[in-house]
Structure formats: structure tokens, C-alpha cells
């Protein structure tokens, strides 16, 4: 079971990491 909650978590915690990669390349590229 912490296996299968292990894995949203970390599926999530990938797409938050990937939307603040690209929110901080747009900030960048605005300058």
C-alpha cells in the first residue's frame, strides 16, 4: 500500500517540479 501511494506522489511531485522548471524559463526569457 505505501508502494501505491508512493507512486501519485511522486508522479505529482514530477509535475510540479516540471511546471516550476517552465515558469522559471519563462521568468528568465522575459528578462
Known amino acids: 500500500d ?3 501511494g508512493a507512486l501519485p506522489n511522486a508522479y505529482w511531485a514530477n509535475i510540479g517540479f516540471m511546471s516550476l522548471t517552465n ?5 528568465r526569457s522575459d528578462l
Open 2 to 4: 505505501s508502494l501505491n
Open 23 to 27: 515558469r522559471y524559463c519563462e521568468i
